[in-house]
């Protein structure tokens, strides 16, 4: 006798459907607002947290797969709406539950299993947010959960490089979501001011934002999270020494002196409060001709051998001069020169750091 199909079975079905955004079932989430079955035809209505959501094509495929597996069904029709007040409102209840199984602000808990890793430079201009940018995609291509701070609080850029500078976070009853692009979780404080509208704050302000972006975004299970620091030493610098006195440092410099001297300043002042310098990283180092395979050093040469040296750490990559993908305005190929730097890069801090990911070797 054939089974009968009911609502429970297809209920039962769809949650191995997660949110992407918060990486919970959408059953469990109560994203799920009606079943209807006619015959072998299943019809199944979700309800997302806000209009136009740009994960909402693939939920749409993930519902229709994980009922279309259900023996007996031939067709599923699948329509994808957007929560009231009150089920947005339930929703974050949920998610706050979830938080707080745990600890608060589980990402600033000192027991906390995500390493972090802050980018600084000593200057502006020398491609540390370019560098932020693309190492994160190389350690999410390792199977690694990554996240990534725009802390640049002044002088965000990090939604202009990965070209997402048009997207909004969602934000449900305060709970914030972070922007996913390139495998990765982004947010910056671009997503939260007018176009070119300044932001002119004072240091107090500075720091309760970066706090905020700990605490307030649902982060959810991350192995890594980058911070794009401010050029400098400055106040963004000493709060994200005080809020995380286990991060590691990586120092971005140029090839030439003076961007190399203002490095140092950085690397001593990371010291100064006990962060371990992973090494420095020389951007724009030279130019290489893709068909004679000669080499140009446009902005001279040493810049990041002398910050090693000084710093007492390694030069752990010099990183070229190149093309960067259509539609982002720094972010390299995977196969070009940069983006296999990159991946030597990402490799190395991977192991170092002990990062297990699913292709790390």
């Not at 709406?81 to 600033?108: I, W």
């Not at 990554?146 to 990965?162: H, K, Q, R, T």
């Not at 000493?238 to 990586?250: A, F, G, N, R, T």
């Not at 490095?263 to 068909?291: D, P, S, W």
Request: hydrophobic share 45%.
């Amino acid at each position: 006798m054939a089974q009968t199909l009911t609502k429970e079975a297809v209920l039962e079905a769809l949650r191995v459907v997660e949110d992407p955004d918060v990486h919970k079932s959408i059953v469990e989430m109560e994203m799920v607002k009606t079943i209807e079955i006619q015959g072998n035809q299943v019809f199944v209505e979700v309800n997302l947290t806000i209009p136009g959501c740009p994960l909402r094509v693939r939920i749409e495929k993930e519902v229709q797969e994980a009922v279309m597996a259900l023996p007996g069904v031939e067709k599923v029709d699948v329509v994808i709406g957007t929560m009231n007040d009150e089920e947005r409102q339930r929703f974050a209840e949920k998610l706050r539950g979830k938080a707080e199984e745990q600890k608060p602000s589980p990402l600033l808990d000192p027991n906390t299993k995500t390493v972090f890793i802050a980018v600084a430079s000593g200057k502006g201009g020398v491609g540390k947010s370019t560098v932020t940018a693309n190492l994160a995609i190389a350690l999410a291509n390792l199977g690694l959960k990554v996240g990534v701070i725009d802390a640049d609080i002044y002088g965000f850029s990090l939604p202009n490089i990965y070209g997402v500078a048009d997207v909004k976070p969602a934000v449900v009853e305060n709970v914030i979501m972070p922007v996913q692009t390139h495998g990765i979780k982004l947010v910056s404080m671009h997503f939260f001011v007018p176009e070119n509208r300044p932001v002119i704050w004072r240091g107090p302000m500075l720091g309760k934002m970066l706090r905020n972006f700990f605490q307030e975004v649902h982060w959810s299970d991350l192995d890594v999270m980058l911070l794009d620091l401010p050029p400098g030493t400055g106040d963004v610098a000493l709060d994200v020494h005080q809020m995380l006195p286990k991060s590691k440092e990586l120092i971005v410099t140029t090839p030439q002196e003076n961007a190399a001297d203002v490095a140092v300043r950085a690397g001593l002042m990371a010291m100064h409060t006990e962060h371990e310098i992973l090494g420095v990283i020389e951007n724009m180092a030279y130019f290489q001709c893709g068909k004679c395979g000669d080499k140009t050093y446009l902005f001279g040469r040493g810049g990041g051998e002398r910050v090693a040296a000084e710093l007492q750490t390694g030069l752990i990559a010099q990183i070229p001069v190149g093309t960067t993908v259509e539609g982002t305005q720094g972010i390299f190929a995977t196969d070009s020169q940069q983006g296999e730097a990159f991946s030597i890069i990402a490799h190395e801090l991977a192991q170092t750091l002990g990062l297990q990911g699913v292709s790390v070797s």
